[in-house]
């Protein structure tokens, strides 16, 4: 089993920023690709954001290029993703994901994002 706990969301202005945490325990982090997705009501999920286990080719959603960045350190056991210049269509809430296997996909309970206008 894996465990995921984010944090960080919160209430932000238009052009502002956060940073949400993702905190990982129950098997080896390093080798989970991890993403983060979000919902909103009457919209499907989003995936936003991919990382691979070694932190390289990131891939992002083209609604966030350029605005957030996610990141991981393995030895907190943590990923984040640094959302800058944040716009009201960003409203959501965010989870992580990971992939610890070919089959096997973990939810954290996400957290919500509002950006007000």
């Known amino acids: 089993q894996v465990q995921l706990v984010e944090s960080g969301g919160g209430s932000v202005q238009a052009g502002g920023s956060l940073r949400l945490s993702c905190a990982a325990s129950g098997r080896t982090f390093s080798r989970f690709v991890m993403h983060w997705f979000r919902r909103t009501p009457g919209k499907e999920r989003e995936l936003v954001a991919t990382i691979n286990w070694n932190g390289g080719s990131p891939v992002y959603a083209d609604s966030v290029k350029g605005r957030f960045t996610i990141s991981r350190d393995n030895a907190k056991n943590t990923v984040y993703l640094q959302m800058n210049s944040l716009k009201p269509e960003d409203t959501a809430i965010y989870y992580c994901?990971?992939?610890?296997?070919?089959?096997?996909?973990?939810w954290g309970q996400g957290t919500q994002v509002t950006v007000s206008s």
């Open positions: 994901a990971a992939d610890a296997d070919a089959t096997s996909r973990y």
